[in-house]
């Protein structure tokens, strides 16, 4: 029997540390096997190649966009380009100065440092990080009071290869230290066909094109959930088929795992249905519409509504939550006659 949690995580693109692991054997480990995102490719390629022309460290990088889409891929990828060794760690994890001046002062010359969710960094190491980004140094405070010291400690020339999915918060002296910033962008269903198909053969899965064609179409155009999907369409297969994932097979696996054609699942409907039946396509407010869907403010806020508004289904307003016709036809339902809120466009209730 399926556990409502394997559930609700089944299209969620945050992975947690056990699925990263899981993750690690499929991820591409060059700029030629990193497929989707050719533009951000190419340009990061010309930034390497001419570092390494020069027999120098690249710019550091920053990388944006939302989660799943191949932002730590791209930092081993870097590291994996210039044959320099892979420090990791996270904006959450730095809390204090003295966390980030023992990281660096620990780096070695030419290595690539990879922080994800840096918008999440404490401000004191934020500054400190300012001045290790410019000049390649950190200044050690010692004593307190008056009579505290600032040593100044050089630290090797690195590359920082910063991640985050909220550009917007980070500060514009911190992103103006980045010499190349790439905005990873969703993966159309081609480039997902051709990941999941390596994605098969690393795993040993058997996978038509139709069937991968299946699986990317549901995936909302995020690698991360593609490759889930694919890991449990292949289970479904070697259980309940003769193991070859079909178009059919698919099917039928994604509807036992209550993801629908277009990559919702069941919050999703859950928070249309209750748009659209419950309040009579809205608007309505955001704590009511958690409470009517039993789930947390923050997870229809932070994990529903992101993908329902790029879907056109779903519209915030001052006023509250709607529902657009695409939402009430993707239920089966016939949307309403509705005039248009203030500050919306007609043609959009049409």
Same mark, same amino acid.
């Given at each position: 029997?399926?556990?409502? #949690?394997?559930?609700?995580?089944?299209?969620?693109?945050?992975?947690?540390?056990?699925?990263?692991?899981?993750?690690?054997?499929?991820?591409?480990?060059?700029?030629?096997? =990193?497929?989707?995102?050719?533009?951000?490719?190419?340009?990061?390629? !010309?930034?390497?190649?001419?570092?390494?022309?020069?027999?120098?460290?690249? #710019?550091?990088?920053?990388?944006?966009?939302?989660?799943?889409?191949?932002?730590?891929?791209?930092?081993?990828?870097?590291?994996?380009?210039?044959?320099?060794?892979?420090?990791?760690?996270? /904006?959450?994890?730095?809390?204090?100065?003295?966390?980030?001046?023992?990281?660096?002062?620990?780096?070695?010359?030419?290595?690539?440092?990879?922080?994800?969710?840096?918008?999440?960094?404490?401000?004191?190491?934020?500054?400190?990080?300012?001045?290790?980004?410019?000049?390649?140094?950190?200044?050690?405070?010692?004593?307190?009071?008056?009579?505290?010291?600032?040593?100044?400690?050089?630290?090797?020339? =690195?590359?920082?290869?910063?991640?985050?999915? +909220? &550009?917007?918060?980070?500060?514009?002296?911190?992103? @103006?230290? =980045?010499?190349?910033?790439?905005?990873?962008?969703?993966?159309?269903?081609?480039?997902?066909?051709?990941?999941?198909?390596?994605?098969?053969? !690393?795993?040993?899965?058997?996978? #038509?094109?139709?069937?991968?064609?299946?699986? &990317?179409?549901?995936?909302?155009?995020?690698?991360?959930?593609?490759?889930?999907?694919?890991?449990?369409? +292949?289970?479904?297969?070697?259980?309940?088929? @003769?193991?070859?994932?079909?178009?059919?097979?698919?099917?039928?696996? !994604?509807?036992?795992?209550?993801?629908?054609?277009?990559?919702? @699942?069941?919050?999703?409907?859950?928070?249309?249905?209750?748009?659209?039946?419950?309040?009579? /396509?809205?608007?309505?407010?955001?704590?009511?519409?958690?409470?009517?869907?039993?789930?947390?403010?923050?997870?229809?806020?932070?994990?529903?509504?992101?993908?329902?508004?790029?879907?056109?289904?779903?519209?915030?307003?001052?006023?509250?939550?709607?529902?657009?016709?695409?939402?009430?036809?993707?239920?089966?339902?016939?949307?309403?006659?509705?005039?248009?809120?203030?500050?919306?466009?007609?043609?959009?209730?049409?």
């Amino acid at each position: 029997m399926l556990h409502e #949690d394997d559930l609700a995580g089944l299209v969620r693109p945050v992975a947690d540390p056990e699925e990263r692991a899981a993750e690690s054997v499929l991820r591409p480990t060059s700029l030629a096997e =990193f497929e989707g995102q050719a533009r951000v490719s190419d340009q990061l390629g !010309l930034v390497l190649e001419a570092a390494r022309h020069r027999g120098g460290v690249p #710019d550091h990088v920053l990388l944006s966009g939302p989660p799943g889409l191949g932002k730590t891929t791209l930092a081993m990828i870097i590291a994996g380009e210039l044959a320099a060794p892979l420090r990791i760690s996270s /904006g959450p994890a730095i809390q204090h100065a003295g966390d980030l001046a023992a990281i660096l002062s620990g780096l070695v010359e030419g290595e690539v440092f990879f922080l994800d969710e840096i918008h999440r960094m404490s401000r004191p190491a934020e500054e400190m990080l300012y001045l290790a980004m410019e000049d390649f140094r950190v200044d050690v405070v010692v004593g307190k009071g008056p009579g505290a010291t600032a040593i100044p400690l050089e630290i090797p020339r =690195f590359t920082l290869v910063g991640a985050t999915t +909220r &550009a917007g918060l980070l500060p514009g002296p911190l992103r @103006d230290r =980045f010499g190349f910033t790439a905005q990873l962008d969703f993966y159309d269903t081609e480039a997902l066909e051709h990941i999941l198909h390596r994605s098969a053969d !690393l795993l040993g899965a058997r996978v #038509d094109a139709a069937g991968a064609a299946e699986i &990317a179409r549901r995936a909302r155009g995020t690698p991360r959930i593609a490759n889930r999907l694919l890991r449990r369409v +292949r289970d479904y297969a070697q259980v309940r088929a @003769d193991g070859w994932v079909t178009r059919t097979i698919a099917r039928a696996a !994604l509807e036992l795992y209550e993801v629908d054609e277009l990559g919702l @699942d069941r919050l999703d409907r859950g928070v249309l249905d209750a748009i659209c039946r419950r309040f009579g /396509g809205g608007p309505v407010g955001l704590s009511t519409l958690a409470i009517s869907v039993g789930e947390e403010r923050e997870t229809v806020e932070e994990v529903a509504e992101p993908f329902l508004v790029r879907q056109g289904f779903l519209m915030r307003t001052p006023r509250g939550r709607l529902a657009t016709p695409a939402a009430w036809r993707h239920l089966g339902l016939a949307p309403p006659t509705v005039v248009s809120p203030p500050g919306v466009a007609p043609d959009l209730f049409t």
